[in-house]
Structure formats: C-alpha cells, structure tokens
C-alpha cells in the first residue's frame, strides 16, 4: 500500500498559480502511475491530470489543458501539479491517487483504477 500527502493547496485570485505537491511513501516504486482528481462542494469527484511511471506520457482534462502541468521526481517519491491562470471553476478539493500502471495514458483513466489516494488539499479561487 501507498500513503500520499497532498500539500499546497490555498486561497488565490483568479489568474493566479499554485502548485500542489503529493509526496508518496510505503511501498513505492517508479512503476505507479498517479494521478490528480479534484471534487467541487456539490459535484462528484472528477479527473484532472495523470502522468505515467516514467513521465514521459501525461493526459489532461480538456478543461485544464494548457494551464496545468503534471510532473514528478521519482527519486523524491513526489507528484506535483502546477496550476496556472487559475479560474473560480478550478475550486474544489484536490487528491493525488496512484496505481499500479506500467503503460502510458491516452485517454481519461476512472478513479476505480486508482487503489491508493490521499486526503485532498483545498483550492480555492476567487474572483
């Protein structure tokens, strides 16, 4: 099993940035691949972003697409998501989750293949 820790989330105006960090421990390994998902007050819970063992392949929401960018350091066990040109929409808990995926992402992965998930961190964005 992996314990994520979400951090980074906060209060920002609108076109502003954040980055959110997930660090990873347990039984980790360069060969998960992870993922953020975000859930809005009301909404349930969406994809956002996910990046492949290696990071080589990532995959995006089309709502996010060109303001968000995945990352990760796998020698740091750290996911990361640097949100730019923030909108009021982009308010929501976010989660960092990770499964075990050697392949790359071409299409919107669903949460049920996602087996480990931390406990979100709050964005908010105000206009």
């Known amino acids: 099993q992996v314990q994520l820790v979400e951090s980074g989330g906060g209060l920002v105006q609108a076109g502003g940035s954040l980055r959110l960090s997930c660090a990873a421990s347990?039984?980790?390994?360069?060969?998960?691949?992870m993922g953020w998902f975000r859930q809005a007050p009301g909404k349930k819970r969406e994809f956002v972003a996910a990046?492949?063992?290696?990071?080589?392949?990532?995959y995006y929401t089309d709502s996010v697409k060109g303001r968000f960018t995945v990352s990760r350091d796998n020698a740091k066990n750290t996911l990361s998501l640097q949100m730019n040109s923030l909108k009021p929409e982009d308010t929501a808990v976010y989660y960092c989750a990770s499964e075990v995926y050697r392949g790359s992402y071409s299409y919107t992965p669903t949460e049920g293949r996602f087996d480990s998930w931390g406990q979100g961190t709050q964005v908010t964005v105000s206009s």
């Open positions: 990046i492949n063992w290696s990071g080589s392949s990532t």
């Open positions: 347990g039984r980790t390994g360069s060969w998960y691949g």
